[in-house]
């Protein structure tokens, strides 16, 4: 039975489950505030959502690990741990799961409270800032991972340029979404 190509496949299926369900659930919070409420179908559904990218997360977790050792079983190292492609994609993995656990205890309470009311300022109020960082944090990450796996490995930038970019991004986006979310909520 090949192991490797066993782990890899659940990898890739966790990615996609992360990926999609992260892609979804900010399409589906912007779609709520461009009509400024949060009804009790998308609250559940974007729990649901939320289940999924976690368990694409787990899924994605495990396989990485059981990959790293079935590699270091074979050949005594595990060589891709030097790479700084693979450096940046492992702090970005990191950083999504400490930010789903930000959103879980922070962000998951303020929606709940905010269903079937008129989102507005004053209802979000300090929480604005909260929802763009944690939302741009989360789509710049599952986004950058996904584009640093299927760049050319002619492309070599070092992990540090990697983190920039990434950083810059998580930035201006966060920059961006708070802007967006209070002239939409205004």
């Known amino acids: 039975m090949d192991y490797e190509l066993i782990a890899l496949t659940a990898h890739l299926l966790g990615f996609a489950l992360g990926l999609g369900g992260a892609t979804i659930s900010d399409v589906m919070f912007l779609k709520s505030v461009n009509e400024k409420t949060i009804t009790q179908e998308k609250f559940n559904t974007l729990k649901t959502l939320s289940r999924v990218i976690w368990i694409g997360l787990i899924i994605l977790i495990v396989s990485g690990a059981t990959m790293f050792t079935l590699i270091y079983m074979e050949r005594g190292s595990i060589p891709m741990l030097a790479s700084p492609r693979w450096q940046a994609k492992l702090i970005m993995v990191a950083v999504v799961l400490i930010n789903g656990f930000v959103f879980m205890k922070k962000i998951f309470p303020v929606l709940r409270s905010a269903v079937g009311q008129t ?6 109020g300090k929480n604005i800032w ?12 599952w986004y950058s991972i996904f584009i640093i796996s299927i760049l050319p490995r002619t492309v070599r930038p070092s992990v540090f340029i990697f983190l920039g970019i990434y950083v810059a991004l998580i930035i201006c986006g966060s920059l961006l979404a708070n802007f967006t979310l209070r002239k939409k909520l205004r």
Do not use: D, K, Q, R
């Not at 989102?119 to 979000?124: H, Q, R, V």
């Open 119 to 124: 989102l507005s300022l004053g209802l979000l």
């Open 130 to 141: 909260l929802l763009a960082i944690s939302g741009t944090i989360s789509i710049v990450s």
